[in-house]
């Protein structure tokens, strides 16, 4: 089973797909249990992928699978997971399995085609966080376009079409400069090596001159930045959020957004590292993220609407990411990479706390609500949590992501640092000043007051997210850990003599290790 664990993992979504389309469609019930159980086994499976998976390895990928798929453009079936992809696979099982276990009274049309889709998307999704061949890797990442437009497009609110169309179309935008830039590495590897390779590794061999490397560099960087997404590529997620399904706010916050951090730490920056380390291209990204964490910011604090409040929140949070793996130091990467997996946390906990309360009341305006808190005492006391992971309480996820990432861009530049607490401040202002307008004084709209408490089933849903938020906030060591060397890996590609310059033991340095474990 070990030896083929990957393939596991990502099929059992499929499987279970296959099955909901052999029930009968108005089997309701039963076509939400099967789903369900289906999800909730595809978690279980990917369990073992934590307690197998060796800190120590000098391999840089495990559990890989490769054989040949498409010879004659030397693409292969060509599957494996460093620290990075599995924090990414297990955040995919886990939200994904709460996302579809969260619809179970939310969706009542078209039901065995809705968990269909969402199925069909969680494998698209593994699979993208596993493919160390470039070529497979493409082709995950646009099927994975089709499910999530049918889910906005179908099951979303008024303007589902517009919003869905609009994401589709932006993200197809990106995947044609991602397929040009990927060609012409392709051509270039082919024609120094004489072999066709999309893997990895032969890629990262290829010697391209710094002004090719640039026009590659934003083919992938644009392609990822859209799925980010970075300003001024963001205008698709507003409108996504706002109109999706509350399942599909939460994936997409939780997930697919990942994709784009995903990609520039697995792709763009590791394959064409001097492009990526080029002063102009830093200081362009760097002003382009700190424009997204001020821009977002100041545009939550005048919303109106709970989802785009939160659509325009990711913009920023987001932002902090880009900008700590920009700075190309430890800190700053995985700082950027632990951030992305705690909006993948926090977000979908305030897309599912709005949900609630749409589900019931079928509305998003924030003034057709106040004092919730007099109605739903626990709803409450969740959403209070959930806003503060979000804002950057000390003691919860966000603090560790946003005090890593600054002291990563400290490093670099202090300036940036200085802009990017702005974001921070502003941040806990839009929070603070929803809770209060939405929980806090007394009940402003007599349709509150028919509002019930959150049930079993939704608390249930809830609660993996606050824990793994406060595992993260109060004992991060074993996220950091687990990212340790595959930062080192990405650090030493735009700056290999970073460490011996500063004097910091590198992860990757069998020297280190003892060390460490001596300390430990």
Not at 177 to 199: I, P, R, T
Not at 331 to 349: D, F, R
Not at 362 to 384: K, Q, S
Request: net charge neutral; aromatic share 14%; with cysteine.
């Amino acid at each position: 089973m070990k030896e083929h664990i990957l393939s596991i993992v990502w099929l059992t979504p499929l499987v279970g797909m296959f099955i909901l389309l052999l029930l009968p469609k108005e089997a309701k019930n039963l076509i939400r249990l099967v789903a369900n159980v289906a999800a909730f086994v595809g978690f279980l499976v990917s369990l073992p992928l934590v307690f197998w998976f060796d800190n120590a390895s000098t391999a840089e990928y495990q559990f890989v699978e490769r054989m040949s798929w498409i010879p004659s453009l030397g693409a292969e079936y060509y599957m494996g997971i460093d620290g990075i992809s599995l924090l990414l696979i297990m955040l995919t099982t886990v939200v994904g399995f709460l996302s579809i276990l969260s619809s179970w009274t939310a969706i009542d049309n078209r039901v065995k085609e809705y968990y269909s889709f969402f199925l069909f998307l969680q494998a698209a999704m593994l699979a993208v966080f596993m493919a160390l061949d470039l070529f497979l890797f493409y082709v995950f990442w646009e099927i994975m376009l089709v499910p999530m437009y049918f889910i906005i497009g179908i099951w979303g609110h008024a303007r589902r079409l517009y919003a869905a169309i609009k994401f589709f179309l932006y993200t197809l935008a990106g995947s044609v400069l991602l397929l040009l830039a990927m060609l012409a590495l392709y051509f270039k590897h082919a024609e120094q090596f004489g072999v066709y390779s999309f893997a990895i590794e032969d890629l990262m061999r290829t010697q391209v001159p710094l002004d090719m490397q640039i026009w590659m560099f934003w083919g992938f960087f644009i392609a990822f930045a859209i799925k980010v997404p970075m300003f001024p590529l963001h205008t698709w997620l507003p409108d996504a959020h706002t109109e999706a399904p509350t399942a599909g706010s939460v994936i997409l916050a939780g997930v697919l957004l990942k994709m784009g951090i995903y990609g520039m730490v697995r792709f763009s920056i590791p394959l064409l590292p001097e492009a990526a380390s080029d002063p102009s291209t830093v200081q362009l990204i760097a002003a382009l993220s700190i424009i997204g964490i001020v821009y977002g910011a100041l545009v939550s604090l005048m919303q109106k609407n709970w989802k785009k409040l939160i659509a325009y929140s990711s913009v920023s949070h987001l932002g902090f990411c880009t900008l700590g793996i920009i700075a190309l130091n430890p800190n700053g990467i995985a700082g950027g990479i632990l951030q992305g997996i705690n909006h993948g946390l926090s977000t979908p906990l305030l897309f599912l706390v709005i949900g609630i309360v749409y589900e019931q009341r079928h509305a998003l305006e924030i003034a057709d609500y106040g004092g919730l808190a007099n109605r739903m005492p626990v709803y409450t006391v969740i959403f209070l949590i959930s806003m503060l992971a979000s804002m950057g309480m000390p003691g919860l996820n966000g603090f560790i992501g946003e005090f890593t990432i600054l002291r990563g861009v400290f490093e670099h530049d202090p300036m940036w640092a200085a802009f990017a607490v702005l974001g921070i401040v502003l941040g806990a202002a839009y929070l603070l000043w929803l809770f209060q307008r939405t929980m806090l004084g007394p009940l402003t709209n007599p349709k509150n007051e028919t509002l019930r408490d959150m049930n079993p089933r939704e608390i249930c849903v809830m609660l993996p997210l606050i824990a793994w938020c406060f595992w993260i906030g109060l004992y991060p060591k074993q996220h950091f850990e687990i990212l340790d060397k595959p930062v080192a890996r990405i650090v030493e590609r735009v700056d290999p003599e970073y460490y011996s310059r500063n004097g910091i033991p590198n992860p990757l340095n069998e020297g280190a290790q003892v060390a460490k474990l001596v300390q430990d």
